[in-house]
């Protein structure tokens, strides 16, 4: 027998080799699988020093109710020193923080915080263009021969007064704007203060990898690449297609081919994806990569070879044109088959667009459609990202006169383009002043009039809200191996008006889960589709107001209008 301090000997020698094969194990567990990635507008989640704005110390007093939510990340939108033209996204320093929203040391101990909690922080990384104050292209305006005079796109007119060619910008008018200093034109494809930076200068591409290494270093999980299609143009300034009608802005409509989505973007990726990798703990690159089909998005990360972004975002399947069940059973069984093998990432909402129920609802169902395009956005095998406000049914306040409009585009639109404001009012909290965001009445933008009724502390209390179907099912995401990580599988049960799959856990666990698109209540036989296997379903989760607990026959499983079923087959 072999002695005791021989068996204490060998255990230990066992501990010390299982060890660090168990640490790595951990640190494979690639995290932004499973995630859910909750976008934060700052100026609109929580206000701590009564400025009508919201902060950084704001987001660190909120961390506990998004660890509560379930919440694995926070997108940040841009926090960093800026005019805000453009709400931050017109920058002016990409290593700081706007004293508007705080200090460094307050995003460290955010950061912190966060950590804590286990809650990871994506930066947002504004790379196609500066703000027009930012040193760099004061510098670069000064003259044709400054060290930076060829860090932005300058090119000389056709003539006096006329920009260099025909294209757009997409926020309105020429993407051209005269220079007196220099003579010259500088291409912005955004606003006149959103210069674009050359990205055909490796000098820019040093100094924005420089800039994202600041933020690695600190400890942040990733960066959400804004813009990203937009890095590169067409070098021979060849004019843009004119196409027939006009635009919002009253421009012409034109293409945008020479001006966005250039092949050369995916080499700096490529390169950007080496640097990211050589830091520890599975740090993630996601684009807003707004593309045409299926087969662009998957370009975006590498095809086959998996080695550009990780998750480019699909906005094929959240930003359908209508909830047509056909048309999303078809994005999602692409993302599913044509992308692969690289993990889908479904958005279904963000500050630039009205928000889902605005979207499609239909103002009768409003809430059934909205809980089953969740039911889809936790339950597929979809990385999951949404929008703050989300997850009390925020609504979409556009405002009525021109007068109270704040974002620019609304302004030079007005009445085609009302701007991006009704999204982004400020995160219902409760019912007090302000909704619980501020203690000033007067916050930028206005509070949403239904804040009595919809705010997190009503919806809390309540067992049929959309807080708590959102709570439920990133429960289930979190704890449940099949929703969790499960293969999943297309099902077509011949009911044109349902989108159904399964999830297969390892373990050999099957749910299945069903929505319906249909106004009218809908009865379906799932188990053919099945593959006869199972006759009953033990439901997890139901929306609608349909069957909540208990056993569903997977022969007729009802689902009320817009409906949507999770359940575990027996
Ligand atoms: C992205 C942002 C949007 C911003 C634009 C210019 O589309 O999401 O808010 O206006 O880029 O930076």
């Not at 296997?533 to 817009?562: H, R």
Request: aromatic share 10%.
């Amino acid at each position: 027998m072999p002695s005791r301090k021989f068996t204490a000997l060998w255990l230990l020698a066992l501990g010390l080799f299982l060890t660090p094969l168990l640490h790595a194990a951990a640190a494979d567990e690639v995290w932004w699988k499973h995630a859910v990635i909750y976008e934060i507008y700052p100026r609109s989640f929580q206000d701590s020093n009564g400025d009508g704005m919201g902060d950084l110390n704001g987001i660190t007093e909120r961390l506990d109710y998004l660890k509560d939510l379930g919440v694995d990340a926070i997108w940040i939108a841009p926090l960093y020193p800026s005019p805000q033209v453009d709400f931050g996204y017109d920058i002016s320093d990409y290593e700081n923080v706007d004293p508007q929203y705080g200090t460094l040391a307050d995003f460290d101990r955010l950061l912190a915080e966060a950590q804590k909690r286990n809650i990871r922080i994506i930066m947002d990384a504004v790379m196609n263009h500066t703000s027009d104050k930012h040193p760099w292209f004061i510098e670069s305006a000064s003259s044709r021969t400054n060290p930076k005079a060829d860090w932005y796109i300058w090119r000389d007119g056709k003539g006096p007064g006329k920009p260099p060619n025909n294209w757009l910008s997409t926020f309105g008018g020429s993407a051209w704007q005269f220079d007196p200093a220099r003579n010259q034109y500088y291409y912005h494809y955004f606003y006149i203060q959103q210069p674009d930076l050359n990205w055909r200068n490796p000098q820019v591409e040093h100094a924005m990898f420089n800039m994202l290494r600041f933020w690695l270093d600190k400890g942040v999980a990733g960066f959400r690449l804004d813009a990203v299609p937009t890095l590169f143009e067409d070098p021979t300034l060849t004019d843009e297609k004119i196409l027939p009608g006009k635009n919002k802005f009253g421009d012409p409509n034109e293409e945008t081919k020479l001006q966005e989505n250039l092949p050369e973007v995916h080499g700096v990726i490529r390169r950007m994806r080496t640097m990211v990798n050589t830091y520890p703990n599975n740090r993630v690159l996601i684009g807003e990569t707004y593309l045409p089909n299926v087969q662009e998005l998957d370009k975006w990360y590498g095809g086959a070879k998996h080695n550009e972004l990780q998750l480019p975002m699909d906005m094929q399947v959240g930003f359908e044109k209508k909830l047509d069940a056909n048309e999303f059973r078809q994005r999602i069984t692409d993302a599913e088959t044509k992308l692969d093998g690289n993990q889908p990432l479904f958005v279904f909402d963000n500050h630039d667009n009205p928000r889902s129920a605005a979207r499609y609802g239909d103002g009768v169902h409003n809430k059934a459609i909205d809980q089953m395009l969740a039911t889809i956005l936790f339950t597929t095998h979809s990385t999951a990202m949404m929008y703050y406000g989300d997850e009390i049914e925020m609504p979409t306040t556009v405002p009525t006169s021109k007068d109270q409009v704040k974002d620019p585009i609304g302004i030079s639109g007005w009445p085609q383009e009302k701007g991006r404001d009704g999204e982004r009012t400020p995160m219902q909290w409760n019912s007090s002043t302000a909704a619980g965001f501020s203690t000033n009445p007067n916050t930028w933008l206005p509070v949403a009039p239904d804040y009595k009724e919809v705010n997190v502390e009503v919806e809390s209390k309540e067992p049929d809200s959309m807080l708590n179907w959102y709570k439920k099912l990133i429960a289930l995401r979190r704890t449940d191996p099949a929703i969790h990580d499960g293969v999943m599988k297309m099902l077509e049960t011949g009911n044109q008006q349902i989108v159904a799959w399964t999830r297969k856990a390892p373990n050999g666990e099957v749910v299945v889960v069903a929505c319906s698109f249909a106004a009218e209540p809908q009865s379906v036989s799932l188990q053919k589709a099945l593959g006869g296997s199972g006759k009953t379903a033990k439901t997890l989760a139901a929306s609608g107001g349909g069957e909540q607990n208990g056993t569903v026959d997977l022969n007729a499983v009802s689902l009320p209008a817009y409906g949507s079923i999770v359940a575990q087959v027996q």
